[in-house]
């Protein structure tokens, strides 16, 4: 089946430091890719959607300056978190769809857990 | 390995009609449930969330029951409308999501 990875898988960081997270379709590409995030005991909430070669469409209330996505190519999506701050604590998920297909299918990656200091 | 299953993979009902869409899950060491729904093309959006020590949730027209002890949960949709027509997903969460793999409801005007 389709694989999503996510690196890092957990990250700590200082207050004001900017965090990078990478979201890689492994065998298949990714022409459109969504992230998530999830505060603690709260539903997942779409942040943006990204499709490659193309801005991302971010959701309303969610800051496009603070969280940058780049999808340069179709098998990799970065989410930047710049200048982090401790309410940006979350857990991240990105999603892929696999463009050489009919389906709609997402395939999640494993999420990456953000913990600013 | 936590397998998430969801029955009926596709449903079809006339509009009006009170459904039904079921998720069984293998681990119950779960931190919670979630249901979404996914529109052709769009992300997900998240419908209800039950939290681990949680029976049920209520959003209008939607009600989702979680029972840990036998690793179920189901999405009771009333009074359905064409509008309700989607794909259904639930997921748990232990360390991560681990997600069903879906049901597409489809809804007859």
Same mark, same amino acid.
């Given at each position: 089946?389709?694989?999503?990875?996510?690196?890092?898988?957990?990250?700590?960081? $200082?207050?004001?430091t900017s965090v990078k997270i990478e979201c890689r379709s492994l065998d298949f590409q990714a022409t459109t890719m969504f992230w998530y995030r999830q505060f603690p005991k709260q539903?997942?909430?779409?942040?943006?959607?990204?499709?490659?070669?193309? $801005?991302?469409?971010?959701?309303?209330?969610?800051?496009?300056? $603070?969280?940058?996505?780049n999808h340069a190519s179709l098998t990799l999506s970065t989410l930047t978190v710049t200048s982090a701050h401790p309410e940006d604590s979350s857990f991240y998920i990105c999603s892929a769809r696999d463009g050489g297909k009919a389906s709609d299918e997402q395939f999640f990656g494993p999420g990456t857990r953000l913990t600013v200091l | 390995k936590q397998e998430v299953t969801q029955i009926p /993979? /596709?449903?079809?009902?006339p509009e009006g009609e009170n459904l039904v869409l079921n998720c069984s899950f293998t681990d119950s060491a779960i931190?919670?449930?979630q249901w979404f729904r996914q529109d052709p093309g769009k992300g997900l959006t998240s419908l209800l969330l039950i939290q681990s020590s949680q029976r049920e949730q209520t959003s209008g027209r939607l009600n989702a029951s979680l029972d840990k002890s036998s690793g179920r949960s189901t999405l009771y949709i009333a009074a359905s409308q064409p509008g309700d027509s989607a794909t259904y997903l639930c997921a748990v969460t232990i360390n991560q999501f681990y997600f069903g793999t879906g049901t597409s409801l489809t809804v007859i005007p």
């Open positions: 089946g389709a694989v999503v990875s996510q690196h890092p898988s957990w990250v700590i960081c $200082k207050s004001g539903s997942l909430m779409l942040m943006a959607t990204s499709n490659e070669g193309s $801005k991302a469409t971010y959701e309303q209330g969610v800051e496009k300056d $603070k969280f940058l996505i | /993979a /596709a449903l079809s009902v931190y919670n449930l």
